[in-house]
């Protein structure tokens, strides 16, 4: 792997972490604050899967289409920490 895409790879990675962790505790408030608890527990557990289904039940297109930005950013960001570790043990 080239220095390049190794330092946008390790910059994607660090903004899909800040990206998912700052998703993660929005959805938590939200749902708490709305009074929704069971949406808040699972939002604890399985985000940003359950904010996308709660912002689409809710008819909060904004908060899903955020969600889906979010966890397609984070697959990309563990796709290519993947792609560095396999680059470091030599394969």
């Not at 800040?18 to 938590?28: D, E």
């Not at 039940?57 to 396999?86: M, P, R, T, Y």
């Amino acid at each position: 792997m080239t220095p390049i895409i190794a330092n946008l790879s390790g910059i994607l990675g660090g903004l899909g972490g800040i990206a998912f962790l700052v998703y993660w505790i929005w959805s938590i408030i939200k749902m708490f604050k709305a009074k929704d608890t069971i949406w808040g527990i699972l939002a604890i557990f399985f985000p940003p899967l359950v904010g996308i289904i709660y912002g689409f039940l809710k008819k909060d297109i904004v908060f899903a289409v955020i969600g889906i930005v979010v966890a397609v950013l984070c697959g990309s960001a563990l796709g290519s920490g993947l792609a560095q570790l396999q680059s470091l043990l030599g394969g």
